[in-house]
Each structure stands twice: as C-alpha cells, then as structure tokens.
C-alpha cells in the first residue's frame, strides 16, 4: 500500500494492494483491493465515515476537490474524475478543453458497479446510481439514477424516504419538492 499525505480516522481498513494520496478519511472507512484515491496538495479529497470503495475503483482529485459524505457505498469498478480530458495533447486542448470541477455525493448515497462520474456533479442525501452510468450533471436528494447519460429515473416514495430516514411525513413532502425543483 503506497501512502502519503493522508489522515486516517479509527477502524479504517484499506487493502494494501490500494494507493491513496492527500486524503482524510473518517472512522469506520473501508477501501478494497486495487483501488486508486488521489487528492490535489491542495484540495484533499474527503472520505466521511463509514463509507466503503470497491475493488478496482478510481478516485481522482487532482483538479478540484472531491467530497464523498457519511455511509456513501462504491460499488467495484467505479471511476469518480474531478478532471477530464486530452491531457497530454495541447492541441487537442484547443478543441477539447479538460473539464475540470469539485464533485460531491451526498450521505448515504449508492454508486453501482461501474459507473462514471464526472466532474461538477453534485449528488445529494440517498442517491442510487443503477450500475454502468455515466454521471455528467447534478441530482438532488432521493434520487434514482442511471444510463448514458444518466436521468431520473424516479424519487425515493413518501414511505422510502421514511423508512431510510426516520422522520415523518411533513419532513419528506419538503425532501420531494427539493429534488423536483
């Protein structure tokens, strides 16, 4: 396991195949084999607590930050890119520009198999992305995602966000008119 600039909470466990840099991972973490996660010098990129990262998954925060909340589950295969682009071809550069901007994705939230995820994109609380999506603009809370590019495939119901969440009714009816708007 190759390690630098990193802070590790308690009870992290990461499989010493993985290499990771400029990171600050919370408690209870758990990164699996052949897993690349990289930070900027100066924008670490930030694990929240007891999330889990798949086998071969690729975490790149060279460009700008990257922010992955509490409870967040990666699946295996899973590339999340705060920085995309020919970078070697200046040329190309002139025509393509490498796509650069911070990524988020909210507590609780599922990424399947697979899936890619650009960079500015904003995932809120509890957002499922179904396996082998390609993840290119922002969903709110207590959304269903998936496909190239990836759309909506429906919120969480009433009772989904209840029983994820344990509030009642009155919170959740203010969740659903979040992630419509």
Same mark, same amino acid.
């Given at each position: 396991?190759?390690?630098?600039?990193?802070?590790?909470?308690?009870?992290?466990?990461?499989?010493?195949?993985?290499?990771?840099?400029?990171?600050?991972?919370?408690?209870?973490? $758990? =990164?699996?084999?052949?897993?690349?996660?990289?930070?900027?010098?100066?924008?670490?990129?930030? %694990? +929240?607590?007891? *999330?889990? @990262?798949?086998?071969?998954?690729?975490?790149?925060?060279?460009?700008?930050?990257?922010?992955?909340?509490?409870?967040?589950?990666?699946?295996?295969?899973?590339?999340?890119?705060?920085?995309?682009?020919?970078?070697?071809?200046?040329?190309?550069? $002139? =025509?393509?520009?490498?796509?650069?901007?911070?990524?988020?994705?909210?507590?609780?939230?599922? %990424? +399947?198999?697979? *899936?890619? @995820?650009?960079?500015?994109?904003?995932?809120?609380?509890?957002?499922?992305?179904?396996?082998?999506?390609?993840?290119?603009?922002?969903?709110?809370?207590?959304?269903?995602?998936?496909?190239?590019?990836?759309?909506?495939?429906?919120?969480?119901?009433?009772?989904?966000?209840?029983?994820?969440?344990?509030?009642?009714?009155?919170?959740?009816?203010?969740?659903?008119?979040? *992630?419509?708007?």
């Amino acid at each position: 396991m190759k390690l630098s600039n990193i802070q590790l909470g308690n009870d992290v466990d990461i499989d010493p195949s993985t290499s990771i840099n400029n990171v600050f991972i919370e408690d209870g973490v $758990k =990164i699996s084999k052949r897993c690349s996660v990289f930070g900027g010098a100066n924008n670490p990129l930030f %694990i +929240g607590k007891e *999330s889990y @990262i798949g086998m071969n998954s690729m975490i790149e925060g060279f460009w700008a930050k990257i922010n992955i909340g509490h409870n967040v589950s990666i699946a295996q295969n899973v590339c999340i890119m705060s920085g995309s682009g020919p970078n070697a071809s200046e040329e190309m550069q $002139k =025509i393509f520009p490498v796509q650069k901007g911070e990524i988020h994705i909210g507590e609780h939230s599922w %990424i +399947g198999a697979s *899936s890619i @995820i650009m960079p500015n994109v904003q995932l809120g609380r509890y957002c499922v992305v179904a396996a082998n999506s390609f993840v290119n603009k922002s969903f709110g809370d207590f959304a269903i995602i998936g496909g190239s590019p990836a759309k909506l495939i429906r919120l969480f119901t009433e009772e989904e966000i209840k029983t994820v969440t344990n509030q009642n009714t009155d919170s959740s009816d203010k969740c659903i008119q979040k *992630s419509e708007s």
